[in-house]
Protein backbone atom coordinates (compact mmCIF):
# COMPACT_ATOMS: atom_id res chain seq x y z
CA UNK A 1 0.00 0.00 0.00
CA UNK A 2 0.98 3.95 -0.17
CA UNK A 3 2.45 4.89 2.55
CA UNK A 4 0.20 7.71 3.38
CA UNK A 5 0.52 10.00 6.23
CA UNK A 6 -1.26 13.39 7.69
CA UNK A 7 0.20 16.39 5.91
CA UNK A 8 2.72 18.26 8.62
CA UNK A 9 3.66 21.93 8.92
CA UNK A 10 6.77 20.40 7.63
CA UNK A 11 5.88 19.90 4.16
CA UNK A 12 4.56 23.14 3.02
CA UNK A 13 7.60 23.94 1.06
CA UNK A 14 8.04 20.67 -0.43
CA UNK A 15 4.33 20.53 -1.17
CA UNK A 16 4.02 24.37 -2.46
CA UNK A 17 6.88 23.86 -4.75
CA UNK A 18 4.77 21.18 -6.92
CA UNK A 19 1.52 22.66 -6.39
CA UNK A 20 2.73 26.60 -7.32
CA UNK A 21 4.02 25.21 -11.07
CA UNK A 22 0.78 23.15 -11.28
CA UNK A 23 -2.22 24.07 -13.41
CA UNK A 24 -4.82 25.78 -11.72
CA UNK A 25 -6.44 23.83 -8.94
CA UNK A 26 -9.58 23.31 -6.86
CA UNK A 27 -9.95 24.57 -2.92
CA UNK A 28 -8.72 21.22 -2.15
CA UNK A 29 -5.22 21.49 -3.01
CA UNK A 30 -4.20 24.30 -0.78
CA UNK A 31 -2.30 23.37 1.42
CA UNK A 32 -4.06 25.21 4.23
CA UNK A 33 -7.15 23.29 3.54
CA UNK A 34 -4.97 20.05 3.89
CA UNK A 35 -3.35 20.92 7.07
CA UNK A 36 -6.28 22.38 9.14
CA UNK A 37 -9.30 20.21 8.10
CA UNK A 38 -7.06 17.30 8.85
CA UNK A 39 -8.57 14.15 7.35
CA UNK A 40 -6.27 14.43 4.50
CA UNK A 41 -3.48 13.15 3.72
CA UNK A 42 -0.53 12.77 1.71
CA UNK A 43 2.42 11.11 0.02
CA UNK A 44 5.25 12.05 -2.42
CA UNK A 45 5.34 9.31 -5.24
CA UNK A 46 7.52 9.24 -9.11
CA UNK A 47 7.96 13.39 -8.60
CA UNK A 48 4.14 13.91 -7.58
CA UNK A 49 1.96 14.11 -5.02
CA UNK A 50 -0.72 11.91 -3.97
CA UNK A 51 -3.56 12.35 -1.84
CA UNK A 52 -6.05 9.95 0.52
CA UNK A 53 -8.75 11.48 2.15
CA UNK A 54 -12.09 10.77 3.70
CA UNK A 55 -15.39 12.85 2.50
CA UNK A 56 -19.40 12.41 3.82
CA UNK A 57 -18.00 8.19 4.96
CA UNK A 58 -16.59 7.56 1.91
CA UNK A 59 -12.70 6.83 1.28
CA UNK A 60 -11.09 8.65 -1.93
CA UNK A 61 -8.12 9.26 -3.76
CA UNK A 62 -7.97 13.41 -4.82
CA UNK A 63 -6.75 13.49 -8.54
CA UNK A 64 -2.72 13.49 -8.02
CA UNK A 65 -0.91 16.80 -8.63
CA UNK A 66 2.88 17.31 -10.25
CA UNK A 67 5.18 17.26 -13.05
CA UNK A 68 6.08 13.64 -12.78
CA UNK A 69 4.31 10.12 -13.65
CA UNK A 70 1.24 10.75 -12.38
CA UNK A 71 0.01 7.89 -14.98
CA UNK A 72 2.71 5.21 -12.47
CA UNK A 73 0.56 7.36 -9.65
CA UNK A 74 -2.61 6.45 -10.31
CA UNK A 75 -1.61 2.68 -11.32
CA UNK A 76 -0.47 2.92 -7.47
CA UNK A 77 -4.19 4.81 -6.51
CA UNK A 78 -5.99 1.57 -7.90
CA UNK A 79 -3.53 -0.48 -6.55
CA UNK A 80 -3.63 0.82 -3.18
CA UNK A 81 -7.34 0.79 -3.24
CA UNK A 82 -7.70 -3.02 -3.64
CA UNK A 83 -5.16 -4.27 -1.24
CA UNK A 84 -7.24 -2.05 1.15
CA UNK A 85 -10.42 -3.77 -0.02
CA UNK A 86 -11.81 -0.28 -0.93
CA UNK A 87 -13.74 0.74 -4.10
CA UNK A 88 -11.16 3.19 -6.25
CA UNK A 89 -12.75 6.60 -6.25
CA UNK A 90 -10.78 9.54 -7.58
CA UNK A 91 -12.08 13.14 -7.13
CA UNK A 92 -11.59 16.78 -7.50
CA UNK A 93 -10.86 15.79 -11.38
CA UNK A 94 -10.40 18.65 -13.67
CA UNK A 95 -12.23 18.84 -17.42
CA UNK A 96 -8.07 18.62 -18.18
CA UNK A 97 -7.71 15.68 -15.31
CA UNK A 98 -10.71 13.90 -17.32
CA UNK A 99 -9.24 14.02 -20.50
CA UNK A 100 -5.89 12.47 -19.31
CA UNK A 101 -7.24 9.97 -17.20
CA UNK A 102 -9.91 8.81 -20.14
CA UNK A 103 -7.03 9.03 -22.29
CA UNK A 104 -4.53 6.54 -20.27
CA UNK A 105 -7.24 4.13 -18.84
CA UNK A 106 -10.22 4.02 -21.94
CA UNK A 107 -13.02 2.71 -20.73
CA UNK A 108 -11.67 1.67 -17.41
CA UNK A 109 -13.63 4.34 -15.24
CA UNK A 110 -17.23 6.03 -15.19
CA UNK A 111 -17.41 9.66 -14.56
CA UNK A 112 -19.63 11.87 -12.63
CA UNK A 113 -19.71 15.76 -12.39
CA UNK A 114 -19.85 17.38 -8.94
CA UNK A 115 -21.70 21.01 -9.40
CA UNK A 116 -21.78 21.39 -5.41
CA UNK A 117 -18.32 21.19 -5.22
CA UNK A 118 -17.48 23.41 -8.29
CA UNK A 119 -15.37 26.46 -7.42
CA UNK A 120 -16.39 30.04 -7.80
CA UNK A 121 -13.20 32.06 -8.55
CA UNK A 122 -14.06 36.02 -9.02
CA UNK A 123 -12.04 38.59 -10.36
CA UNK A 124 -10.48 40.46 -7.74
CA UNK A 125 -10.82 43.61 -9.04
CA UNK A 126 -14.60 42.86 -9.24
CA UNK A 127 -14.30 42.42 -5.72
CA UNK A 128 -12.64 44.96 -4.49
CA UNK A 129 -14.50 47.72 -7.06
CA UNK A 130 -17.80 46.36 -7.05
CA UNK A 131 -18.09 48.36 -10.99
CA UNK A 132 -20.66 48.30 -12.99
CA UNK A 133 -24.05 47.64 -13.54
CA UNK A 134 -24.05 43.89 -11.87
CA UNK A 135 -22.51 44.70 -9.11
CA UNK A 136 -25.01 48.11 -8.38
CA UNK A 137 -27.27 45.84 -5.49
CA UNK A 138 -23.87 45.27 -3.72
CA UNK A 139 -22.20 48.53 -4.00
CA UNK A 140 -25.06 49.93 -2.40
CA UNK A 141 -24.87 47.55 0.34
CA UNK A 142 -21.57 48.48 1.39
CA UNK A 143 -22.11 52.46 0.45
CA UNK A 144 -24.79 52.04 3.02
CA UNK A 145 -23.02 50.06 5.79
CA UNK A 146 -20.17 52.91 4.81
CA UNK A 147 -22.78 55.69 5.49
CA UNK A 148 -23.74 54.45 8.27
CA UNK A 149 -20.49 53.38 10.17
CA UNK A 150 -18.64 56.23 9.12
CA UNK A 151 -16.05 55.42 11.39
CA UNK A 152 -15.18 51.76 10.64
CA UNK A 153 -11.55 50.62 10.25
CA UNK A 154 -9.74 47.29 9.21
CA UNK A 155 -6.68 45.72 10.01
CA UNK A 156 -4.50 42.70 8.77
CA UNK A 157 -4.83 39.90 11.57
CA UNK A 158 -1.43 39.59 13.49
CA UNK A 159 -0.31 38.28 16.34
CA UNK A 160 -0.97 41.42 18.27
CA UNK A 161 -4.77 41.03 17.16
CA UNK A 162 -5.27 37.15 16.99
CA UNK A 163 -7.43 36.80 20.34
CA UNK A 164 -9.62 39.14 19.11
CA UNK A 165 -10.31 37.75 16.26
CA UNK A 166 -10.77 34.50 17.53
CA UNK A 167 -13.10 35.90 20.40
CA UNK A 168 -15.42 37.25 17.41
CA UNK A 169 -15.58 33.91 15.85
CA UNK A 170 -16.53 32.09 19.09
CA UNK A 171 -19.35 34.94 19.66
CA UNK A 172 -20.15 33.99 15.94
CA UNK A 173 -20.56 30.07 16.59
CA UNK A 174 -22.55 30.84 19.42
CA UNK A 175 -24.80 32.95 18.10
CA UNK A 176 -25.46 30.24 15.06
CA UNK A 177 -25.83 28.08 17.81
CA UNK A 178 -28.48 29.50 19.41
CA UNK A 179 -30.10 29.96 16.48
CA UNK A 180 -29.82 26.93 14.83
CA UNK A 181 -29.42 24.39 17.81
CA UNK A 182 -29.01 20.89 15.50
CA UNK A 183 -26.41 23.13 13.12
CA UNK A 184 -22.93 21.18 12.96
CA UNK A 185 -20.06 23.67 13.33
CA UNK A 186 -17.73 21.07 15.25
CA UNK A 187 -15.40 20.62 12.09
CA UNK A 188 -15.36 24.10 11.30
CA UNK A 189 -14.49 25.28 14.12
CA UNK A 190 -12.02 22.74 14.74
CA UNK A 191 -10.38 23.54 11.48
CA UNK A 192 -10.40 27.39 12.20
CA UNK A 193 -9.08 27.07 15.32
CA UNK A 194 -6.14 24.98 13.48
CA UNK A 195 -5.81 27.79 10.63
CA UNK A 196 -5.40 30.51 13.99
CA UNK A 197 -2.70 27.95 15.61
CA UNK A 198 -0.45 28.12 12.66
CA UNK A 199 -1.25 31.17 11.03
CA UNK A 200 2.15 32.46 10.29
CA UNK A 201 3.40 28.63 9.84
CA UNK A 202 0.93 28.45 7.06
CA UNK A 203 0.85 31.96 5.88
CA UNK A 204 -2.51 32.99 6.34
CA UNK A 205 -3.45 36.42 5.31
CA UNK A 206 -6.58 37.74 7.62
CA UNK A 207 -8.82 41.13 7.77
CA UNK A 208 -10.44 42.46 10.71
CA UNK A 209 -13.36 45.09 10.20
CA UNK A 210 -14.51 47.02 13.50
CA UNK A 211 -17.08 49.51 14.22
CA UNK A 212 -17.44 51.96 17.28
CA UNK A 213 -14.41 50.42 18.08
CA UNK A 214 -15.94 46.62 18.22
CA UNK A 215 -14.70 43.67 15.66
CA UNK A 216 -17.69 42.68 13.98
CA UNK A 217 -16.74 40.67 11.01
CA UNK A 218 -12.82 38.60 10.20
CA UNK A 219 -11.73 37.34 6.94
CA UNK A 220 -8.61 34.61 6.35
CA UNK A 221 -7.22 33.07 3.47
CA UNK A 222 -4.31 32.19 1.88
CA UNK A 223 -2.31 31.99 -1.62
CA UNK A 224 -3.40 28.62 -3.05
CA UNK A 225 -1.63 29.62 -7.34
CA UNK A 226 0.95 32.35 -8.56
CA UNK A 227 -2.19 33.97 -9.12
CA UNK A 228 -4.96 33.42 -6.93
CA UNK A 229 -5.72 33.56 -3.05
CA UNK A 230 -7.92 31.22 -1.26
CA UNK A 231 -10.54 32.46 1.06
CA UNK A 232 -11.23 29.73 3.55
CA UNK A 233 -13.40 31.65 6.19
CA UNK A 234 -15.24 34.60 6.44
CA UNK A 235 -17.33 35.48 9.67
CA UNK A 236 -19.94 38.40 10.49
CA UNK A 237 -21.46 39.46 13.43
CA UNK A 238 -25.16 38.76 11.60
CA UNK A 239 -26.91 41.99 13.53
CA UNK A 240 -24.37 44.62 11.83
CA UNK A 241 -26.15 44.97 8.27
CA UNK A 242 -23.44 44.90 5.67
CA UNK A 243 -20.94 43.69 7.59
CA UNK A 244 -20.65 40.71 5.10
CA UNK A 245 -20.43 42.62 1.85
CA UNK A 246 -18.12 45.35 3.67
CA UNK A 247 -15.47 42.38 4.85
CA UNK A 248 -15.49 40.67 1.62
CA UNK A 249 -14.87 44.37 -0.74
CA UNK A 250 -12.05 45.34 2.18
CA UNK A 251 -10.67 41.74 1.64
CA UNK A 252 -10.46 41.98 -1.88
CA UNK A 253 -9.07 45.77 -1.69
CA UNK A 254 -6.19 44.77 1.00
CA UNK A 255 -5.41 41.49 -1.16
CA UNK A 256 -4.56 43.64 -4.23
CA UNK A 257 -2.41 46.57 -2.44
CA UNK A 258 -0.19 43.50 -0.48
CA UNK A 259 0.14 41.16 -3.10
CA UNK A 260 -0.34 43.25 -6.80
CA UNK A 261 0.16 39.63 -8.53
CA UNK A 262 -3.18 38.10 -7.50
CA UNK A 263 -5.67 38.32 -9.97
CA UNK A 264 -8.45 36.22 -8.56
CA UNK A 265 -10.15 35.02 -4.85
CA UNK A 266 -11.20 31.41 -4.30
CA UNK A 267 -14.31 31.65 -2.65
CA UNK A 268 -14.56 27.85 -2.85
CA UNK A 269 -17.91 25.71 -3.22
CA UNK A 270 -21.15 26.00 -1.91
CA UNK A 271 -21.55 21.85 -0.49
CA UNK A 272 -24.98 22.38 -2.63
CA UNK A 273 -26.68 24.72 0.34
CA UNK A 274 -29.36 26.77 -1.61
CA UNK A 275 -28.52 29.77 -0.03
CA UNK A 276 -25.26 29.47 -0.29
CA UNK A 277 -24.89 29.16 -3.63
CA UNK A 278 -27.83 32.13 -4.44
CA UNK A 279 -25.18 34.48 -2.42
CA UNK A 280 -21.95 33.35 -4.16
CA UNK A 281 -23.58 33.61 -7.38
CA UNK A 282 -24.89 37.01 -6.61
CA UNK A 283 -21.02 38.51 -6.65
CA UNK A 284 -20.64 37.24 -10.67
CA UNK A 285 -18.25 34.82 -10.41
CA UNK A 286 -15.63 35.49 -13.13
CA UNK A 287 -15.53 31.94 -13.96
CA UNK A 288 -16.38 28.41 -12.22
CA UNK A 289 -13.94 25.24 -11.63
CA UNK A 290 -15.87 22.25 -13.11
CA UNK A 291 -14.99 18.82 -10.79
CA UNK A 292 -15.34 15.51 -11.62
CA UNK A 293 -15.74 11.97 -9.72
CA UNK A 294 -14.17 9.10 -11.45
CA UNK A 295 -15.18 5.14 -9.92
CA UNK A 296 -13.55 2.33 -11.51
CA UNK A 297 -15.56 0.45 -13.61
CA UNK A 298 -15.58 -2.69 -11.32
CA UNK A 299 -16.32 -0.93 -8.82
CA UNK A 300 -19.49 0.79 -9.39
CA UNK A 301 -21.92 -1.72 -7.58
CA UNK A 302 -19.23 -1.28 -4.75
CA UNK A 303 -20.62 0.15 -1.10
Known amino acids: MIDFHRIQIENKEEYEKILLSSPTRGCEYSFSNLYFWGRQQIAFLDG??????????????????????????????MDDAAQRGIPCRICCISPADREELEAWFPG?????????????????????????????RKRNHV?????????????????????????????????RMERDPNGDYLLEEVALNRAFSQYEALGMDGLLLYCDGKAVAMTMGSRMSQDTVDVHFEKALEDVDGAYAAINCEFARHIRLEHPEILYLNREDD?????????????????????????LEEDIDAP
Not at 153 to 162: C, L
Open 48 to 77: CVAFFAHFNGFSVYPYPIGPGDRRAVLEKI
Open 108 to 136: KFFFRTGRDNFDYVYDINDLADLKGRKFQ
Open 143 to 175: NRFRAMHPDFTVEPITRDNQEIAQALTKQWYAD
Open 271 to 295: LGIEGLRKAKLSYNPHHMLEKYWAY
